[in-house]
């Protein structure tokens, strides 16, 4: 088999139901002032512990906080973006030596290697690091284990690469498939394009259309409809598209949700809708602008009040009524009430939020446990 060519496979994006329909949000806000840039990121829900860091940014720098408020590592790696999170104990960070990654006491685990550049989060044991060019000669991605050692690397390798449930989707001149952690072949490249598994199923797409398909490469949603998304919480997010009529037509888009089984247990009927998490999700009914709560068998279980929500995550959901956001809880009601000019997911018992004058992180009551010191102008 030829050496296989990867791109990212990036699961589908957190997004929020907002007043306008269709549009999806990338929901990792990089906020900047000329003193501070602060660092919004979707990041996994786990338990909070005493090696936990929050990454802030001051100066242009990454520093990192513990879960107290109090500065365990100095602003002194170049920023990242939402790169900067430690996965398994070790976050990726680049300084003026070279880019590597360093444990929770700071110090570099792997690196700095000065021919590396812009090093990705591990997942399940991968990453993804660039290696400069030497002489005009092109930047080559390459993954890395958790010793640093580079494990695969080739043209067309993507600089984003990401392994889930043992697979990566990998791509030749035939088309899009699966190899493992041998980089071998385990569904043949056959499809248009394929995305990361989840709950044991994949999107894939074939045809123009979208379905899923299993870790043996069985078919258990036939692709037929306009855009799918990675399962979350035994549910996978579904789209069909309906053409307008008229001189200046549209597409309506229409969501609804399939089980593992491919059964559609919500039809598409919502004019959008995110990915279920902790058993919720938002959705916005036919004919309002406002997103309400939904269970997992599609019942409204509270209205739709809001002009804005993210994904619950630890019990939470961002929300936004007007200018401002706040946090409910499952039922929809008030946790934290809206205060915030930005706010975003709870990780490890705090999220980070944003007042009219500075940036910092809360905890689930909603009281600052870190602000940015100096204020905005």
Same mark, same amino acid.
């Given at each position: ?255 609804? &949700? *399939? /089980?593992?089984? +491919?059964?559609?247990?919500?039809? @598409?009927? #919502?004019?959008? %809708?995110? =990915? $279920?998490?902790? !058993? ?46 706040? &946090? *409910? /809880?499952?039922? +929809?009601?008030?946790?934290?009430? @809206?205060? #915030?000019?930005? %706010?975003? =997911? $709870?990780?490890? !018992? ?28």
């Amino acid at each position: 088999m030829s050496a296989p060519r990867r791109r990212w496979s990036q699961p589908c994006a957190r997004q929020s139901a907002t007043l306008n329909l269709g549009e999806v949000l990338v929901l990792v806000r990089l906020l900047h002032h000329r003193n501070a840039l602060f660092l919004f990121a979707a990041i996994c829900v786990t338990a909070q512990t005493s090696t936990d860091r929050y990454p802030v940014v001051k100066d242009g720098k990454v520093g990192f906080i513990d879960s107290q408020g109090n500065e365990v590592i100095a602003p002194q790696f170049s920023s990242a973006g939402d790169m900067a999170h430690f996965d398994d104990g070790l976050a990726p960070v680049a300084s003026a030596d070279g880019a590597g990654y360093i444990d929770t006491s700071g110090h570099f685990v792997i690196g700095p290697i000065s021919e590396w550049g812009q090093p990705r989060p591990f997942h399940e044991g991968i990453a993804v690091v660039l290696v400069w060019g030497k002489n005009g000669a092109q930047n080559t991605p390459a993954l890395i284990d958790r010793t640093g050692h580079i494990v695969y690397s080739g043209v067309g390798t993507s600089e984003l690469a990401y392994f889930a449930e043992g697979l990566s989707p990998f791509g030749d001149a035939k088309g899009w498939g699966f190899a493992d952690k041998s980089f071998r072949w385990v569904i043949p490249p056959k499809y248009q394009w394929v995305e990361r598994f989840a709950d044991g199923l994949a999107p894939v797409q074939a045809r123009g259309k979208w379905g899923y398909i299993d870790k043996a490469g069985n078919e258990i949603v036939r692709p037929k409809y306009d855009w799918v998304c990675s399962f979350s919480d035994g549910l996978g997010r579904v789209r069909i598209d309906i053409p307008a009529a008229g001189e200046r037509a549209t597409v309506a888009e229409m969501y609804g &949700y *399939v /089980d593992r089984n +491919g059964s559609e247990v919500i039809r @598409p009927q #919502f004019g959008f %809708a995110t =990915d $279920f998490r902790e !058993g919720r999700a938002f959705a916005i009914p036919p004919g309002s602008q406002h997103p309400g709560i939904i269970d997992q068998q599609g019942n409204f279980l509270h209205e739709p009040a809001y002009d804005e929500a993210h994904e619950f995550h630890e019990g939470l959901a961002a929300v936004r009524v007007g200018t401002l956001w706040g &946090y *409910v /809880d499952l039922d +929809g009601e008030w946790t934290i009430t @809206p205060r #915030f000019e930005h %706010a975003d =997911d $709870f990780w490890h !018992g705090l999220a980070r939020a944003a007042w009219k004058d500075r940036y910092g992180y809360i905890d689930r009551a909603g009281m600052p446990v870190w602000k940015l010191a100096t204020p905005r102008n």
